[in-house]
C-alpha cells in the first residue's frame, strides 16, 4: 500500500523520502562523470591505458542501459521498496570496490555495478518522490528532477577536480559511501512496501535481443582498437552478438503481438525525429565532456581542481537554459527552440575547432557556456514534441525508449570518439616524425633531447586529434539539423 495517498497533504515522512530521492537521483547521475577531471591520476595509479580509460565511462553508461528497461518491471515484481534497497547496497558496493581497486579490470568491474545500480536508481527514484506529492505539483516536479539529473552530470567533474586535487581520487568515491548509507536507513525506516505483482507483464525476449545487440555493439567499439579489429576471434564474436541480437529484435518486433515497443511509436514522426535528435543529444553531451577534460589536464597541463571548474560554465548554462526553455514553451512554437538549440551547439562545437594549445581557458569556458545553452533548450523542446502527439497509454514506454536512446548515445559516442582519437592521434604521430629528420635537427644529438622532442610532438598530435573529435560532433549536429524542418508543431494528445 502506498504510504502517501495523492490527496494527502504533505508530511514530515513524505518530505524525507522525497529528499532522499532527490539526494539518491543526484548521486546516481554525478557519480557517472565524477572521475574525469581525474583521469590522468587514475590512469596513473592503476596503470590503465587510454583505450581502458574510456571504459570507466562506457562500462558505467552499458549497465545502466541494461537495467533501466528492467527497473519498473523488478519493482512491481518483487516490490518497490525491496528492489530501491537492493540498488542502494549494489550501489554502496560498487563504489566501495571502486576505492578498493588496484587494477584496470576491478576499476571496471566496479563500474560496471555502480551502472547497474544507477539504471534502477534513476527512474525508481522519480517515482517514489512523485508518490509523496499532491497531483497538482506532480506535473512540474519532472521538470524539476530533469534538472537535478543534468545539474549532476555537469557539476560531478569540478567536484570530483577538487577533492582529487586535495585529497587524491579515491576520496571521490568515499564521499558518497554515507550519504548512500543515509539513502538506506531512511528507504527502510519510512517507505511502505507496495504489495507486489507475482507475475507482471514484460517482453523479456524483445529486450533481451535489443540488449544484446547495443551490448555486442558497445563491446566491438570498445574492444576493437586493442583487438586489432577483425582479426581478433573475440571481436567477430561481438559483431555476431550485435547482428543476431539486432536482426531478433526487428523480426520479434514485427511478428510478436506483444512487444516492450509499441508500433504506434513508430508511426508517430514527431517522436521517432525527436528520439533520433535525443540520441544525438547525448552522443554530444558526454562525449564532449570526455574529449574537454583529458585535454585540459594532460595536454594543457590544468590541474584537476581547474580542469573540474572549467566544466561548470557548460553546467550553468545548461541547467539554466533548460528551466528557462521550460517556462517559455507555453508561449512558443517548441521547434523553434530546438532549431536554436541545435544551431547553437553546432557553432559551439565549430568555436572547438579553433582550440590552440597556446590559449587560456576562455575559449573553454565560451564555447562550453554556449553548448551548454544550446542543450538545454534541446532538451526540454524535445520532450514536448515528441510526446504531445502520442496516445497518453503509449506515454510510459515512450519515456522508457526516449531516454534509453539518450544513455546508448552517450555510451555510444565516448566509444566512437575514443576510436577516432587513438587512430588520428597515431597517425598525426607518424606525420609529424617523418619530418623530423637529421638534416632538420643537427643540433639535436642527447637522448634526453630526442625524449623532449618526442614527448612534444606527442602532444601536438594528440591536440590535433582532439580536434579532429570536435569535428566529429559538429557533424552529427549537423546531420541531425534538417530533421527540426519536419516536425510537426505539437498538438493536443489523444
Same mark, same amino acid.
Not at 516536479?141 to 539529473?149: K, N, P, R, S, Y
Not at 637522448?447 to 590535433?464: C, D, I, K, R, Y
Given at each position: 500500500?502506498?504510504?502517501?495517498?495523492?490527496?494527502?497533504?504533505?508530511?514530515?515522512?513524505?518530505?524525507?523520502?522525497?529528499?532522499?530521492?532527490?539526494?539518491?537521483?543526484?548521486?546516481?547521475?554525478?557519480?557517472?562523470?565524477?572521475?574525469?577531471?581525474?583521469?590522468?591520476?587514475?590512469?596513473?595509479?592503476?596503470?590503465?591505458?587510454?583505450?581502458?580509460?574510456?571504459?570507466?565511462?562506457?562500462?558505467?553508461?552499458?549497465?545502466?542501459?541494461?537495467?533501466?528497461?528492467?527497473?519498473?518491471?523488478?519493482?512491481?515484481?518483487?516490490?518497490?521498496?525491496?528492489?530501491?534497497?537492493?540498488?542502494?547496497?549494489?550501489?554502496?558496493?560498487?563504489?566501495?570496490?571502486?576505492?578498493?581497486?588496484?587494477?584496470?579490470?576491478?576499476?571496471?568491474?566496479?563500474?560496471?555495478?555502480?551502472?547497474?545500480?544507477?539504471?534502477?536508481?534513476?527512474?525508481?527514484?522519480?517515482?517514489?518522490?512523485?508518490?509523496?506529492?499532491?497531483?497538482?505539483?506532480?506535473?512540474?516536479?519532472?521538470?524539476?528532477?530533469?534538472?537535478?539529473?543534468?545539474?549532476?552530470?555537469?557539476?560531478?567533474?569540478?567536484?570530483?577536480?577538487?577533492?582529487?586535487?586535495?585529497?587524491?581520487?579515491?576520496?571521490?568515491?568515499?564521499?558518497?559511501?554515507?550519504?548512500?548509507?543515509?539513502?538506506?536507513?531512511?528507504?527502510?525506516?519510512?517507505?511502505?512496501?507496495?504489495?507486489?505483482?507475482?507475475?507482471?507483464?514484460?517482453?523479456?525476449?524483445?529486450?533481451?535481443?535489443?540488449?544484446?545487440?547495443?551490448?555486442?555493439?558497445?563491446?566491438?567499439?570498445?574492444?576493437?582498437?586493442?583487438?586489432?579489429?577483425?582479426?581478433?576471434?573475440?571481436?567477430?564474436?561481438?559483431?555476431?552478438?550485435?547482428?543476431?541480437?539486432?536482426?531478433?529484435?526487428?523480426?520479434?518486433?514485427?511478428?510478436?503481438?506483444?512487444?516492450?515497443?509499441?508500433?504506434?511509436?513508430?508511426?508517430?514522426?514527431?517522436?521517432?525525429?525527436?528520439?533520433?535528435?535525443? $540520441?544525438?543529444?547525448? #552522443?554530444?553531451?558526454?562525449?564532449?565532456? %570526455? @574529449? !574537454?577534460?583529458?585535454?585540459?589536464?594532460?595536454? *594543457? +597541463? =590544468?590541474?584537476?581542481?581547474?580542469?573540474?571548474?572549467?566544466?561548470?560554465?557548460?553546467?550553468?548554462?545548461?541547467?539554466?537554459?533548460?528551466?528557462?526553455?521550460?517556462?517559455?514553451?507555453?508561449? $512558443?512554437?517548441?521547434? #523553434?527552440?530546438?532549431?536554436?538549440?541545435? %544551431? @547553437? !551547439?553546432?557553432?559551439?562545437?565549430?568555436?572547438? *575547432? +579553433? =582550440?590552440?594549445?597556446?590559449?587560456?581557458?576562455?575559449?573553454?569556458?565560451?564555447?562550453?557556456?554556449?553548448?551548454?545553452?544550446?542543450?538545454?533548450?534541446?532538451?526540454?523542446?524535445?520532450?514536448?514534441?515528441?510526446?504531445?502527439?502520442?496516445?497518453?497509454?503509449?506515454?510510459?514506454?515512450?519515456?522508457?525508449?526516449?531516454?534509453?536512446?539518450?544513455? =546508448?548515445?552517450?555510451?555510444?559516442?565516448?566509444?566512437?570518439?575514443?576510436?577516432?582519437?587513438?587512430?588520428?592521434?597515431?597517425?598525426?604521430?607518424?606525420?609529424?616524425?617523418?619530418?623530423?629528420?637529421?638534416?632538420?635537427?643537427?643540433?639535436?644529438?642527447?637522448?634526453?633531447?630526442?625524449?623532449?622532442?618526442?614527448?612534444?610532438?606527442?602532444?601536438?598530435?594528440?591536440?590535433?586529434?582532439?580536434?579532429?573529435?570536435?569535428?566529429?560532433?559538429?557533424?552529427?549536429?549537423?546531420?541531425?539539423?534538417?530533421?527540426?524542418?519536419?516536425?510537426?508543431?505539437?498538438?493536443?494528445?489523444?
Amino acid at each position: 500500500m502506498n504510504a502517501f495517498p495523492a490527496d494527502a497533504p504533505a508530511t514530515a515522512d513524505a518530505r524525507s523520502l522525497r529528499f532522499v530521492a532527490l539526494l539518491a537521483t543526484y548521486l546516481q547521475s554525478a557519480n557517472l562523470p565524477l572521475p574525469n577531471a581525474a583521469l590522468r591520476l587514475i590512469q596513473g595509479s592503476l596503470s590503465m591505458s587510454d583505450d581502458q580509460a574510456g571504459w570507466i565511462f562506457t562500462a558505467y553508461l552499458a549497465a545502466t542501459a541494461i537495467t533501466t528497461p528492467v527497473a519498473q518491471w523488478l519493482a512491481a515484481r518483487f516490490g518497490q521498496k525491496r528492489v530501491y534497497q537492493a540498488a542502494l547496497v549494489l550501489f554502496g558496493l560498487g563504489l566501495w570496490l571502486g576505492t578498493l581497486a588496484t587494477t584496470p579490470m576491478q576499476f571496471v568491474g566496479a563500474r560496471i555495478l555502480q551502472g547497474a545500480a544507477s539504471g534502477v536508481l534513476a527512474p525508481l527514484s522519480m517515482a517514489i518522490a512523485l508518490d509523496t506529492l499532491p497531483p497538482a505539483r506532480r506535473a512540474t516536479f519532472g521538470v524539476q528532477w530533469t534538472a537535478l539529473v543534468l545539474f549532476g552530470i555537469v557539476s560531478a567533474p569540478s567536484i570530483g577536480g577538487w577533492i582529487c586535487e586535495h585529497f587524491g581520487w579515491r576520496p571521490m568515491f568515499y564521499l558518497s559511501l554515507p550519504l548512500t548509507a543515509y539513502i538506506l536507513l531512511v528507504i527502510t525506516l519510512l517507505l511502505e512496501e507496495k504489495k507486489a505483482d507475482k507475475r507482471p507483464p514484460f517482453d523479456f525476449f524483445g529486450v533481451g535481443t535489443f540488449t544484446l545487440g547495443m551490448i555486442g555493439l558497445q563491446m566491438l567499439l570498445d574492444r576493437g582498437e586493442r583487438l586489432e579489429w577483425f582479426d581478433s576471434v573475440e571481436i567477430w564474436m561481438h559483431a555476431l552478438a550485435c547482428s543476431l541480437g539486432l536482426y531478433l529484435f526487428v523480426v520479434h518486433r514485427m511478428t510478436a503481438t506483444t512487444h516492450f515497443l509499441s508500433k504506434g511509436l513508430f508511426s508517430d514522426r514527431n517522436y521517432v525525429l525527436s528520439t533520433i535528435i535525443f $540520441f544525438a543529444f547525448g #552522443f554530444v553531451l558526454l562525449s564532449t565532456m %570526455a @574529449l !574537454t577534460s583529458p585535454m585540459l589536464d594532460e595536454i *594543457l +597541463g =590544468y590541474p584537476p581542481d581547474t580542469t573540474g571548474l572549467l566544466t561548470l560554465p557548460r553546467g550553468v548554462g545548461l541547467v539554466g537554459a533548460f528551466l528557462l526553455t521550460g517556462r517559455l514553451l507555453g508561449r $512558443f512554437d517548441p521547434r #523553434f527552440f530546438i532549431a536554436a538549440g541545435v %544551431a @547553437l !551547439t553546432a557553432y559551439a562545437n565549430w568555436l572547438m *575547432l +579553433g =582550440y590552440s594549445p597556446l590559449m587560456d581557458w576562455t575559449p573553454v569556458a565560451v564555447s562550453g557556456a554556449i553548448q551548454g545553452v544550446g542543450l538545454g533548450m534541446l532538451m526540454p523542446a524535445l520532450g514536448k514534441v515528441a510526446f504531445s502527439t502520442l496516445d497518453a497509454t503509449l506515454r510510459p514506454q515512450a519515456t522508457a525508449f526516449f531516454n534509453l536512446m539518450r544513455v =546508448y548515445g552517450s555510451t555510444l559516442g565516448v566509444a566512437v570518439v575514443q576510436i577516432f582519437f587513438f587512430n588520428n592521434t597515431q597517425a598525426m604521430h607518424a606525420a609529424l616524425v617523418s619530418q623530423l629528420t637529421p638534416n632538420r635537427l643537427p643540433s639535436v644529438t642527447s637522448l634526453s633531447a630526442f625524449e623532449g622532442l618526442n614527448h612534444l610532438v606527442t602532444h601536438q598530435a594528440a591536440f590535433v586529434a582532439v580536434m579532429g573529435q570536435f569535428k566529429i560532433l559538429l557533424v552529427v549536429m549537423l546531420v541531425v539539423s534538417p530533421l527540426v524542418l519536419f516536425l510537426r508543431k505539437p498538438v493536443a494528445a489523444n
